[in-house]
T-cell receptor, first 111, second 114 residues
């Protein structure tokens, strides 16, 4: 079946550091790929998505590129801020609104 | 924007009792809601799909008699954990669909069974 593997946390970085959170998936065909973010006390929010190979999703300075050849969808940001502290979830979907999630990665940014 | 509210955010209950978690779509009608749970160091796993006015569809391995789902209106779905045991302690989160392929998540509920 489908599965998503993402980098174990927690991850702690200094403000303005470069961020990468790795995500790889196992699935047949061409699923859609997502990154969700959960800020403290809030629900999961869609951060970005990509629906086909080589698509790049981007939002709030975050980017992720759908790499079919490496079955990856790594999340990157060039300069993180304290406000980026949250839990990040990588997920895939086959378009039926059901999501298969990774374990989540807790990110803490220190000033 | 659309908001999904989940209540309670944290609950502690005694072993053998039942606990109900509510998921409400506050400003849209949700024909479909989804319930997920996450055990420590594991992924969020889909438990069931809840459709308004019909029986929920449970994922393999999820006991439908233990996790009762009621989606009685277009804005409310409830998950009742019956005869809860410590192994049911987990993070439960719902999501609601607008039907336009857009999904919104609740804040999640931490259940601790003692």
């Amino acid at each position: 079946g489908d599965s998503v593997t993402q980098m174990e946390g927690p991850v702690t970085l200094s403000e303005e550091a470069f961020l990468t959170i790795n995500c790889t998936y196992t699935a047949t065909g061409y699923p859609s790929l997502f990154w969700y973010v959960q800020y403290p006390g809030e629900g999961l929010q869609l951060l970005l998505k990509a629906t086909k190979a080589d698509d790049k999703g981007s939002n709030k300075g975050f980017e992720a590129t759908y790499r079919k050849e490496t079955t990856s969808f790594h999340l990157e940001k060039g300069s993180v801020q304290v406000s980026d502290s949250a839990v990040y979830f990588c997920a895939l979907s086959r378009g039926n609104e059901k999501l298969t999630f990774g374990t989540g990665t807790r990110l803490t940014i220190i000033p | 924007g659309a908001v999904v509210s989940q209540h309670p955010s944290r609950v502690i209950c005694k072993s053998g009792t039942s606990v109900k978690i509510e998921c409400r779509s506050l400003d849209f009608q949700a024909t479909t809601m989804f319930w997920y749970r996450q055990f420590p160091k594991q992924s969020l796993m889909l438990m069931a799909t809840s459709n308004e006015g019909s029986k929920a569809t449970y994922e393999q391995g999820v006991e439908k008699d233990k996790f009762l789902i009621n989606h009685a209106s277009l804005t409310l779905s409830t998950l009742t954990v019956t005869s809860a045991h410590p192994e049911d302690s987990s993070f439960y989160i719902c999501s609601a669909s607008t039907g336009g392929n857009t999904i919104y998540f609740g804040e999640g509920s931490w259940l601790t069974v003692v």
